[in-house]
C-alpha cells in the first residue's frame, strides 16, 4: 500500500475545495495527496448559493447571480436589494469538472474509491465524512428541489425569493425558495425546519407540484433536474485528533441557523492552506462562538414556537439589508448584531434563553 503525505476523505464540495485550494498554491508540488472518494463519476448534483460577502475561487462556476431578494408572508411582502452582496448560486457540476481538471494535472494527486487501498500510519488526514448521531429532537434543515423550464418566459430572472411563507405550515416551519436563472427556468424548493421523525413532512414532490400549479399559477413546466437534501441543524462530532482534522459539515462548517456552507468550506480551506507547515499544532478553525451562541438561541426559539417563524423571519429584514446578509454570513460587526437582536421578540428569546436545557 503506497503512503501519501495528506489524505482527504470525501472528494465533495469540501475535499475538493480544499484539494484545490492547495494545489494553485503550489502546496502539492513537493507533497502527495490521495483523495478517497467513492462516487464513479462526477455529475452535477446540487445548487449551492450564498450572499457573496468575499472572493472565493469559484467565480467561474457560478450559474446567476442576483442583486435583489423578496421574503414574504401571506400577507404582506418585502423587496430588498443586496448589490453589494450579490445572491450566488453555483453549478456543482461546473465546480466538480474544474476542480478534477486542474487536480489531473498533477501527478502527486491520486483518486482512491477506499480508505483501506492507503496506508494511512505515516499521513495527514482531513475527513469530511460526518458522524451523525442524531437524536430524535435534532432538528435539520430538509429539503427537495426542481429546476423546471416553463412553456412560456413567466419569471423575472432579476430577483430571487428567498423565503415565501405562504404554505402549509403544518406545525413546523416551512418555506418555499425560488431562484429563476431564466425567465423560463427557476429552481423551486420546499423547505423544512424540523426533526426527521415526522414523515408526512416528506411529500416533496406533491409540495412543489401545488405550489408551482397554485401559488405561482405555472400549468405547462418540465423537470430538468431535482436535488434532495437533508442538512443537520446541529454540530456533528468533531475530535481533533493528532494526525486527522475534520472539514466540511464535519468540521462544524455549517451554520446553524441558516444551513449556509459553501463560503464557510471556502474560508476553512484557506485557513489549512495558511497553516499547512504546522497543521498538527493550530486551533481549529470555527464559525465564531458569537454566532453558535446566538444560533443555539435562535434554535430553541424555532423548536419550541414554530408558529412565530415566518414572522421573526420577516421582522429580522426589518433592519438594514446589508446587516442582515453580515449576520447570516458570518460577517456582522457588534453594532449591527444589535440591531438585529433589537427586532427580535425579546420575551420569547429571553424565555428560551433561560429555558433549563
Ligand atoms: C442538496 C444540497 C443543497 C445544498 N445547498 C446549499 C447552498 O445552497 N448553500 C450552502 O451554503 N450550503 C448548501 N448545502 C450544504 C453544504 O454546502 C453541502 O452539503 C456541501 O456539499 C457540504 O460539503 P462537504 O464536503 O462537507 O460534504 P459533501 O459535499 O457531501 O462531501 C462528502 C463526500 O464524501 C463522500 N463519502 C461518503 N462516504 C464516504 C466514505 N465512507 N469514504 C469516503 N468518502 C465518502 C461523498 O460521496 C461526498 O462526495 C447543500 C446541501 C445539500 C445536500
Not at 450559474?63 to 456543482?92: M, R
Not at 448521531?133 to 427537495?144: A, G
Not at 425558495?177 to 423547505?191: C, S
Amino acid at each position: 500500500m503506497k503512503d501519501f503525505n495528506y489524505i482527504i476523505i470525501g472528494g465533495g464540495c469540501a475535499g475538493l475545495s480544499l484539494a484545490y485550494e492547495l494545489e494553485i498554491n503550489k502546496k502539492l508540488k513537493d507533497k502527495t495527496l490521495a483523495i478517497i472518494e467513492p462516487r464513479s463519476e462526477y455529475k452535477k448534483d446540487k445548487t449551492w448559493s450564498f450572499w457573496k460577502v468575499f472572493n472565493h475561487n469559484f467565480n467561474d462556476c457560478v450559474k446567476k447571480s442576483w442583486e435583489e431578494f423578496s421574503i414574504n408572508l401571506p400577507s404582506k411582502t418585502k423587496h430588498l436589494k443586496c448589490d453589494d452582496y450579490p445572491y450566488q448560486s453555483i453549478d456543482s457540476g461546473l465546480f466538480y469538472k474544474k476542480i478534477i481538471n486542474k487536480l489531473k494535472e498533477n501527478k502527486n494527486i491520486v483518486f482512491f474509491k477506499n480508505i483501506k487501498e492507503v496506508n494511512q500510519n505515516n499521513s495527514f488526514i482531513f475527513n469530511s465524512v460526518p458522524s451523525i448521531e442524531s437524536k430524535k429532537n435534532d432538528l435539520w434543515q430538509h429539503f427537495c428541489g426542481v429546476e423546471i423550464k416553463t412553456k412560456e418566459k413567466i419569471f423575472d430572472d432579476g430577483i430571487i425569493n428567498l423565503m415565501d411563507f405562504n404554505c402549509e405550515q403544518r406545525k413546523s416551519v416551512h418555506f418555499f425558495y425560488t431562484l429563476p436563472f431564466e425567465k423560463d427556468r427557476a429552481l423551486i424548493e420546499t423547505t423544512w425546519l424540523s426533526t426527521m421523525n415526522d414523515n408526512s413532512l416528506k411529500d416533496y414532490d406533491n409540495q412543489i407540484q401545488n405550489y408551482i400549479n397554485q401559488n405561482l399559477k405555472i400549468k405547462d413546466y418540465e423537470i430538468m433536474f431535482k436535488e434532495v437534501g437533508a442538512i443537520p441543524l446541529f454540530y456533528p462530532l468533531n475530535i481533533k485528533e493528532k494526525n486527522k482534522l475534520n472539514i466540511g459539515t464535519a468540521g462544524g462548517m455549517t451554520r446553524l441557523s441558516t444551513g449556509y456552507t459553501f463560503l464557510n468550506i471556502q474560508e476553512q480551506s484557506k485557513y489549512i492552506r495558511e497553516n499547512l507547515e504546522n497543521i498538527q499544532n493550530i486551533k481549529l478553525f470555527e464559525i465564531s462562538k458569537k454566532y453558535q451562541i446566538l444560533d443555539s438561541i435562535f434554535l430553541k426559539v424555532l423548536e419550541n414556537n414554530p408558529e412565530k417563524m415566518p414572522d421573526i423571519f420577516y421582522k429580522m429584514f426589518n433592519s438594514s439589508t446589508e446587516s442582515v446578509i453580515k449576520f447570516l454570513s458570518n460577517k456582522s460587526n457588534f453594532f449591527e448584531d444589535i440591531a438585529i437582536i433589537s427586532k427580535m421578540p425579546k420575551f420569547i428569546f429571553l424565555k428560551e434563553l433561560l429555558r433549563k436545557r
